[in-house]
């Protein structure tokens, strides 16, 4: 069964210090994965995506993640936060010929001043 | 850009009252998909639709049904809703059908208060 976890519903960092938001999943072949922030009172916004091409994947608003087989992760870092990074982020994992999103559980990003 | 809307963004119903939720997307996508989203338990699928008059159960679909008659339009239905279909509902739609790596983009939500 696909599966995806998301270490720590809530994270709290200062603005300007690194923010790094963990994914793992479990999957039996290499799935497609997401990462999507959700503002509040919003729908979710995709912030980037693997799909098995470069292993390290840039989205918008200058967050990145990698893609790591081994530890079957799939960690969104960015390395300055700033206020308006304060949001949903929601880890979501694809599985070829399943046809279906699964979600995590999601975590709170709170930057503090 | 894709603009994915919902009917409403706010909805206070009774318990027993039939709900329609609407979702509309302008950009011709075949896929779309209805989830729900309930705190700590990220965003579960109830029905999703490859095309027209299609549509396929996801992990959550007691107590729910679909219609898409056209292309653009997915509706949710509550046949008759009950105090644990409070929730926010999620509509969202992607490109082609039977794509897994295409991007979902979500309409902004609909938060249901049954009473």
Request: aromatic share 12%; charged share 20%.
């Given at each position: 069964?696909?599966?995806?976890?998301?270490?720590?519903?809530?994270?709290?960092?200062?603005?300007?210090?690194?923010?790094?938001?963990?994914?793992?999943?479990?999957?039996?072949?290499?799935?497609?994965?997401?990462w999507?922030?959700?503002y509040?009172?919003?729908?979710?916004?995709?912030?980037?995506?693997?799909?098995s091409?470069?292993?390290?994947?840039?989205?918008?608003?200058?967050?990145?993640?990698?893609?790591?087989?081994s530890e079957?992760?799939?960690?969104?870092?960015?390395?300055?936060?700033?206020?308006?990074?304060?949001?949903?982020?929601?880890?979501a994992?694809?599985?070829?010929?399943?046809?279906k999103?699964?979600?995590?559980?999601?975590?709170?990003?709170?930057?503090?001043? | 850009?894709?603009?994915?809307?919902?009917?409403?963004?706010?909805?206070?119903?009774?318990?027993g009252e039939?709900?329609?939720?609407?979702?509309?997307?302008d950009?011709?996508?075949?896929n779309?998909?209805w989830?729900?989203?309930?705190?700590?338990?990220?965003?579960?699928?109830?029905?999703?639709?490859?095309?027209?008059?299609?549509?396929?159960?996801?992990?959550?679909?007691?107590?729910?049904?679909?219609?898409r008659?056209?292309?653009?339009?997915?509706?949710?239905?509550?046949?008759?809703?009950?105090?644990?279909?409070?929730?926010?509902?999620?509509?969202?739609?992607?490109?082609r059908?039977?794509?897994?790596?295409?991007?979902?983009y979500f309409?902004?939500?609909?938060?249901?208060?049954?009473?």
């Open positions: 069964a696909q599966s995806v976890t998301q270490l720590g519903s809530h994270v709290s960092v200062s603005e300007g210090a690194l923010v790094l938001l963990r994914c793992n999943y479990s999957s039996s072949v290499p799935p497609y994965l997401f999507y922030v959700q509040p009172n919003q729908g979710l916004q995709l912030l980037l995506k693997y799909t091409a470069a292993t390290l994947v840039k989205g918008i608003n200058g967050f990145e993640a990698e893609f790591k087989k079957t992760s799939f960690h969104l870092t960015k390395p300055s936060a700033h206020m308006s990074d304060a949001a949903e982020y929601f880890c994992v694809v599985v070829p010929n399943f046809n999103f699964y979600f995590g559980s999601g975590t709170k990003l709170n930057v503090k001043p | 850009d894709v603009k994915v809307t919902q009917s409403s963004r706010y909805l206070v119903k009774r318990t039939k709900v329609f939720l609407e979702c509309v997307q950009m011709d996508h075949e779309m998909f989830y729900r989203q309930d705190p700590g338990l990220g965003l579960r699928l109830i029905y999703f639709s490859y095309d027209v008059k299609m549509k396929e159960k996801g992990d959550i679909p007691e107590g729910y049904s679909v219609s008659e056209k292309k653009e339009r997915f509706s949710l239905i509550l046949e008759s809703a009950s105090t644990n279909q409070t929730s926010m509902y999620l509509c969202a739609s992607s490109l059908s039977r794509r897994p790596q295409e991007t979902q309409g902004p939500g609909t938060r249901l208060l049954v009473l």
